[in-house]
């Protein structure tokens, strides 16, 4: 598997974490159904002006497994930064914004440039900027509207709510002690292409939880065959704050687009 998934899985759980003393944003969802008696539930989402975190993750697909230190900065809805590194050299740093993602691979001299739609029909899934962040912050990767029902159904452990979107179903399992997130589940139809995402060991920062162990898992798809990859994540630091922060990315001019 190319560098595009190995950088793309670290944008998606380099950082499951977020923390803040203010209280967290909640997103209430109402039941539609009879499964356990539950009216609604509050799952405890994360809210942010800037996030920062330093995290080690491995990648591991069919032919390849490599470790690696990120460093990750957000700035809410609107920009995804993080840099790659290995024995304290950085190799890849990218720019991920609502409608591109930059990518500059220090190691060749080179950059990559995508929109989100030419990048979703290369996974054949569909991926935004939105749910990147929500998958980073362990927030639901759909928000739903006021008052809009979706199904909840109790389980021993969890609560579960399925969400659709187009031939997208999520489906977002939400501990019962905690209401935070504990697994999502995406699935695009007819290909049957499938994110999953699980969080473990949640931490109490500035009272709010998070999860300092996180796994995704990637099997799609495409022209090349199908794949399966996989990127654990465990932080070392993380921290929310709303001082700003910068997002360094400059392009040097002798470097070739790829």
């Excluded at 579960?160 to 697994?183: A, F, M, P």
């Excluded at 699980?198 to 065959?225: A, H, R, W």
Aim: aromatic share 10%.
């Amino acid at each position: 598997m190319n560098k595009i998934a190995l950088w793309l899985g670290i944008a998606v759980v380099v950082a499951f974490t977020s923390c803040r003393k203010p209280p967290a944003k909640s997103a209430t969802v109402i039941n539609d159904t009879l499964a356990g008696k539950v009216e609604k539930i509050s799952v405890k989402e994360i809210d942010f002006q800037y996030f920062r975190s330093k995290s080690k993750i491995t990648y591991t697909d069919a032919s390849d497994s490599q470790t690696a230190t990120v460093d990750l900065r957000i700035r809410k809805d609107s920009i995804i930064w993080f840099s790659v590194s290995k024995i304290g050299v950085e190799g890849l740093r990218g720019m991920i914004t609502k409608d591109s993602i930059f990518v500059i691979d220090r190691l060749n001299n080179d950059y990559q440039k995508y929109d989100f739609s030419s990048l979703s029909k290369k996974f054949n899934f569909p991926i935004t900027f939105d749910l990147l962040q929500a998958a980073i912050l362990g927030n639901l990767p759909v928000q739903e509207k006021a008052n809009h029902k979706i199904k909840v159904i109790k389980e021993k452990d969890f609560y579960l709510l399925r969400q659709k979107q187009d031939s997208v179903t999520i489906d977002n399992y939400v501990s019962v002690d905690n209401l935070k997130l504990k697994k999502i589940l995406v699935v695009e139809q007819p290909s049957n292409n499938s994110l999953t995402l699980n969080y473990d060991n949640f931490t109490v920062i500035n009272d709010v939880l998070f999860p300092y162990n996180s796994l995704i898992s990637l099997k799609y798809k495409s022209s090349e065959g199908t794949y399966h990859t996989a990127v654990t994540i465990q932080h070392t630091k993380a921290e929310i704050t709303d001082k700003e922060l910068k997002f360094p990315f400059n392009v040097p001019s002798k470097y070739e687009r790829k």
